[in-house]
């Protein structure tokens, strides 16, 4: 439990961007590239527009319960479709490249606003349809990944989420998260890293600390 409130602290205290470094460096070699808090292009159609809303509308009222890949090829469809609205999308926290498959991950804290969920929800479906506009031969996937679970050992608690996110799609948690950006084993390394860290620098790091309190 020491591990995850240090965790808890870095993040408190510097952001989820802390993460977004160690990222990069992970997912190297699993990935063609990796770019951090890149500005997706910011022309969509209209089209695009009202397929999106009609899914919030969906989402929100309970009509309809959240399908990701059905959402995708919903966007797909109209994503080049008639006129044309310039937006400015939420930056993506790291863009990941394989082949044709294109990753955007939204990095969140642990613990997320309930109520924030649908402004996610929107702006990956917004990602989407966004980078599909210049982009239409890319597989494209948008997701939210929270970085480490601060109920450990026991699970992370979704059901908040299930409402507005597709948990298999759309959502990767601790060992999901960095297991899939460096492979099987990956999360243990991480805690591993942060925990020597931890023990090594404590006193410098109880000293920046204090500056924020």
């Not at 460096?25 to 022309?43: C, H, M, P, W, Y």
Request: glycine share 6%; hydrophobic share 40%; net charge neutral.
């Amino acid at each position: 439990m020491a591990l995850y409130s240090f965790i808890q602290s870095l993040n408190t205290n510097f952001g989820t961007s802390i993460f977004e470094p160690v990222a990069e460096e992970l997912g190297l070699k699993r990935f063609d590239s990796i770019k951090r808090q890149v500005a997706v292009a910011n022309t969509i159609t209209k089209e695009a527009q009202r397929v999106i809303q009609d899914i919030m509308d969906s989402l929100e009222s309970g009509n309809s319960k959240p399908n990701k890949n059905e959402e995708i090829a919903r966007i797909l469809a109209v994503s080049r479709s008639g006129e044309t609205s310039i937006v400015k999308p939420t930056k993506v926290d790291l863009v990941l490249h394989k082949g044709n498959n294109v990753y955007l991950i939204d990095i969140k804290t642990a613990k997320p606003n309930k109520g924030g969920f649908k402004e996610f929800k929107r702006t990956l479906l917004t990602w989407i349809a966004c980078f599909a506009y210049h982009s239409p031969n890319s597989n494209i996937q948008s997701l939210i990944a929270i970085p480490y679970n601060p109920y450990e050992p026991k699970p992370y608690e979704r059901w908040t989420m299930a409402g507005m996110l597709d948990l298999d799609f759309e959502l990767k948690v601790a060992e999901d998260f960095w297991d899939f950006l460096g492979g099987k084993g990956s999360y243990k390394l991480i805690l591993s890293a942060f925990e020597e860290v931890g023990c090594e620098m404590r006193t410098e790091i109880d000293e920046y600390f204090k500056k924020f309190n």
